[in-house]
């Protein structure tokens, strides 16, 4: 049973900085691309940034491009997200997912559908 548990979420002001975390358990996670995601109130799920296993070429959502930067540590099987001058527009709940199934291509790391176990998620709000 794969488990991602995200932690870090919080209340932060407009221009100021989280860390979100994304501990994996329960398999093997050798080759396994991972992603997160971010869904805010009334609106669909929407993509923001997706790292390979070696962790070369991670892909981003325009709308956090230079601001955002995912990365991982294998070791520890855990991926972050660290997020700066973050907007109001950023808030949302935080998912973190992993794709075990197919082979990875960056350029289709923005599907959802791709990733096969998500987390719970973790609340992420930025005042104005």
């Known amino acids: 049973q794969v488990q991602l548990v995200e932690s870090g979420g919080g209340l932060v002001q407009a221009g100021g900085s989280l860390r979100l975390s994304c501990a994996a358990s329960g398999r093997t996670f050798g080759g396994v691309a991972m992603g997160w995601f971010r869904q805010a109130p009334g609106k669909e799920r929407e993509f923001v940034a997706a790292?390979?296993?070696?962790?070369?070429?991670?892909t981003y959502a325009d709308s956090v491009k230079g601001r955002f930067t995912i990365s991982r540590d294998n070791a520890k099987n855990t991926v972050y997200l660290q997020m700066n001058s973050l907007k109001p527009e950023d808030t949302a709940v935080y998912y973190c997912?992993?794709?075990?199934?197919?082979?990875?291509?960056?350029?289709?790391?923005?599907?959802?559908?791709?990733?096969?176990?998500w987390g719970q998620g973790t609340q992420v709000i930025v005042s104005s």
């Open positions: 997912a992993a794709k075990f199934s197919g082979r990875y291509y960056a350029s289709q790391s923005w599907a959802s559908y791709g990733y096969d176990y």
């Open positions: 790292i390979s296993w070696s962790g070369v070429s991670p």
